[in-house]
Each structure stands twice: as structure tokens, then as C-alpha cells.
């Protein structure tokens, strides 16, 4: 519900300004895809729930793997865009960057695509004949559930997918609230304390940056102890599946939260329903009298 709130404000936005925002088109792209992610994701925790089994075939894994992929860079790139459009930074790159971020955006859309069903491909013609030989054995007992998805994300696939937009993403966030507090700090000894509607708004985009960080730490966490971690199968496997569907889902709301335009709609929606259930009651008490 969150990211199709997010897909279609953007889209009645859209529509009724014939143009797209940089801002807009990359939340509606990462809305989009995260669609899709916790679709798969609740398909494979209702097959895990009444099969007690892993079904991993290629073609869905795979598919699996380009959409993850493409949200971690999206929101990577979200990360990044908050960080030029809000932090304030004199850097010549920094301001070079700033500058160029309408111009950016499609093109960071357009790369996180690429490389996303770059390395996808890279992973089906190089790891996965070795990852479906250690599905055989796993479907015999002959092995654990780490030892499945250590094949299935191999070191230079974990490098490239998951620890490079990891490193982008914290370096950005962290920067970001550096820049914020900074900035607080400095509100608050001008102005009259937490009760200033701008230190107030600094303080929400402090947290709102801040849950993002450990939301995408905790997801990380949760890939690290899936590789790693205990042999224990369906305690690591209903660990990882929680997790994966936090990340995308609260991720999203902390974004409509954030954001005061998503929220009027909201609001309005809310409003509108309300309405149409007040007019529903009072036509069936007319028809019963």
C-alpha cells in the first residue's frame, strides 16, 4: 500500500503538471520496483510456509535478483540525491553535482537497470551451474541453507551488488546528517529552540535519515547472518525472509512520512473515504425506514 501510495501520487502529479520532478521520477521508480520485490517476497514466505521447503529455480532467482538489486541502487540513489540537495557542503564536485541533478536522475535510473541485469546475467553464465548442483545436494539433506546461498552470492557478486551500493548509501547518509546536525546546531543558537518550525524540520529529516541508515544496515545484517550464520535452517531462512520484507515496506512509509505533499493526499484520500462511508450509512438507514 505504502509504494503504490508513492507510484500513484507521483502519477496524478504527473498528469496533472505534464512534467516530472527529478525527486519524483526516482521515488516513483524505487515505488515501482518495490512493488514487485514484495510481491516475489511474499510469494516465496507462502511457499516456505506451507512447503517448508526452498524452491529455487533459475529463471525466479534470477528475477529475484535483478529487482533486489535494482531497489538497493535506487535507494542508494535516493540516499545520494537527498545528500546533494540538502546537505550544505563548498565543494566545487559537490556543487559541480548539485547543479547537474535533474540531469542526473534519469541517468542514475538508466545505470542501476544496466548494471543490475548486467550482473544478473554475469551470475547466471558464471555461479549458477555450481549454485544448482548445491540445490541437488541440498534437496538431498546433503548440505545447509548457508551453504546454498554462499554459492548462490558468490564473494565477487557480494562485492559488486550488495557492498558497493552499501558503501554509497552510508557514505551519503552519513554526510548527510553530519551536514544536518551541523546546521541544527547552528538553528538553535539563532533561533528560539526545538519549538522553530526549520529546527523542527531539520530534526524530522535527522530522523527520517537515520531510520534509513539502520534499515538498510539491518537488512545487511540479515544477509551477513543468512551467509554466515547459524546452520540452523528455518530460524536463519524465517530470519532473512522478516527482515527483507521490513526493509522495502518501512523504508517506504518513513518516505510518506517525510514527505508533505504524499501526505495531503493521503489525507484527502482519508477524507474522501470517510465521506462515501458516511453517505453509504445514512442511504441504508433511508432504506430501512
Not at 519524483?24 to 511474499?42: P, V, W
Not at 550544505?88 to 559537490?94: A, C, K, S, T
Not at 551500493?165 to 528560539?192: E, I, K, N
Request: hydrophobic share 55%; glycine share 4%; charged share 10%.
Amino acid at each position: 500500500m505504502a509504494n503504490g501510495i508513492i507510484v500513484m501520487v507521483s502519477g496524478f502529479e504527473f498528469i496533472k503538471r505534464k512534467r516530472a520532478s527529478a525527486y519524483d521520477l526516482l521515488l516513483t521508480s524505487l515505488g515501482f520496483f518495490r512493488i514487485f520485490l514484495q510481491a516475489l517476497i511474499f510469494v516465496s514466505n507462502l511457499i516456505f510456509f506451507f512447503t517448508l521447503q526452498i524452491f529455487i529455480g533459475q529463471e525466479s532467482f534470477l528475477f529475484f535478483f535483478f529487482i533486489n538489486e535494482v531497489n538497493l541502487w535506487l535507494a542508494t540513489y535516493l540516499s545520494v540525491f537527498y545528500c546533494l540537495k540538502i546537505a550544505n557542503i563548498v565543494h566545487p564536485f559537490f556543487l559541480w553535482l548539485k547543479t547537474r541533478l535533474s540531469r542526473l536522475v534519469p541517468l542514475w535510473i538508466m545505470l542501476s537497470l544496466l548494471f543490475s541485469f548486467a550482473i544478473s546475467v554475469g551470475h547466471d553464465l558464471l555461479y549458477w551451474p555450481t549454485a544448482k548442483q548445491e540445490l541437488k545436494r541440498f534437496g538431498a539433506g546433503n548440505t545447509t541453507v548457508n551453504s546454498i546461498f554462499l554459492y548462490l552470492f558468490p564473494a565477487p557478486v557480494l562485492v559488486l551488488g550488495l557492498i558497493v551500493p552499501f558503501c554509497m548509501f552510508s557514505a551519503a547518509s552519513l554526510l548527510l546528517l553530519y551536514s544536518l546536525c551541523r546546521h541544527t546546531r547552528q538553528m538553535r543558537g539563532m533561533a528560539t529552540g526545538f519549538r522553530d518550525p526549520s529546527t523542527k524540520a531539520h530534526i524530522w529529516a535527522i530522523i527520517s535519515i537515520f531510520s534509513f541508515l539502520v534499515l538498510y544496515i539491518t537488512y545487511y545484517v540479515g544477509v551477513m547472518i543468512l551467509l554466515f550464520g547459524p546452520s540452523s535452517q528455518t530460524l536463519v531462512l524465517f530470519f532473512y525472509f522478516s527482515l527483507a520484507a521490513l526493509y522495502p515496506s518501512a523504508h517506504s512509509i518513513i518516505l510518506i512520512l517525510g514527505n508533505s505533499k504524499l501526505k495531503h493526499y493521503i489525507r484527502k484520500f482519508l477524507l474522501s473515504s470517510k465521506c462515501c462511508l458516511r453517505r453509504g450509512s445514512s442511504l441504508d438507514s433511508t432504506q430501512t425506514q
